[in-house]
C-alpha cells in the first residue's frame, strides 16, 4: 500500500496545499485518534473503520503507535518544509522572513487542521519516538527563533528573548488546529493575515507600533 509523502511536488510552492492524501488505515487511524484520543483508541475500531480484520491492519503498521507516529511525522515533515522555504525566500530581510513564516505556520495548522490536531497526543509516545518527534518540532522553531535573533540584532524587532518569544508564537499558531473549521467565518489566508498582525505587535515590528 502506497504510503503518504509530506513532501512538495515539484514546482509546489509552500502556499499550496493540495488534498491530505493519507493511505486508508492512516485516514481512518487520524479520524479515531481525534474523535477518541490515542488512549481511547483502539487497533480493532481503526481496523473496522476501515473494513479490514486487525492481523490484516498489523501487515501494515506494528501497532497503535507505530499509526500515531506515522500520522505525527506526515504533519510536522510538512510544516518544516513549508516554513523553511518561507524562510528561504527572503534571505537577509528578516522582517519578511518572519511575516512569511508565521503564515506559513498558521496556513498548514488551517489546511491541515485534521492532522495538526493530534499534536497533543506526542504523550503518548514512547522515549525514543517522543524524542525524535520532537527533534523534528524543534526545527521548525528553530528557524522561526533564528529569523527572530536577526531582527533584534539588525533593529527590526525588539524583544528581550528570541527563544521564548518563538515558544510563545508557535503555541499560539499551533492552537488554529484546536479549533478551525473550513465552513467558519475566516478562510485560512485571512486567518493567517490576522495572525501576523498579532504577531508582529509581538515583536514590536508591526507600523503601528512605529507611528
Known amino acids: 500500500m502506497a504510503q503518504p509523502n509530506a513532501e512538495p511536488e515539484t514546482g509546489a510552492g509552500w502556499r499550496e ?3 491530505l492524501e493519507l493511505t486508508p488505515i492512516l485516514d481512518a487511524a487520524l479520524d479515531e485518534f481525534r474523535e477518541s484520543g490515542f488512549h481511547g ?4 475500531q481503526i481496523a473496522r473503520r476501515v473494513g479490514m480484520t486487525v492481523p490484516a491492519l498489523y501487515y501494515h503498521h506494528e501497532n497503535k503507535e507505530g499509526l500515531l507516529v506515522a500520522l505525527l511525522e506526515l504533519g510536522t515533515s510538512e510544516v518544516a518544509w513549508r516554513v523553511r522555504a518561507a524562510a528561504d525566500e527572503s534571505p537577509g530581510r528578516p522582517r519578511e522572513q518572519f511575516v512569511s513564516v508565521i ?14 490536531a493530534i499534536d497533543s497526543e506526542m504523550r503518548y509516545l514512547s522515549t525514543s519516538n517522543r524524542r525524535r518527534y520532537g527533534a523534528r518540532r524543534k526545527a521548525v522553531e528553530n ?9 533584534c540584532e539588525d ?3 525588539f524583544v528581550d528573548d528570541p527563544v521564548e518569544t518563538s515558544r510563545a508564537l508557535l503555541g499560539m499558531c499551533q492552537s488554529v488546529a484546536r479549533w478551525y473549521h473550513p465552513d467558519g467565518p475566516l478562510s485560512p489566508e485571512e486567518l493567517a493575515a490576522r495572525y501576523v498582525d498579532i504577531a508582529l505587535m509581538t515583536v514590536g515590528a508591526h507600523p503601528r507600533l512605529q507611528r
Open 17 to 19: 496545499f493540495g488534498p
Open 41 to 44: 483508541a483502539t487497533v480493532r
Open 103 to 116: 503564515e506559513a505556520i498558521v496556513l498548514h495548522m488551517a489546511y491541515r487542521f485534521r492532522l495538526a
Open 143 to 151: 528557524v522561526l527563533t533564528e529569523v527572530i535573533e536577526m531582527g
Open 155 to 157: 533593529g527590526t524587532f
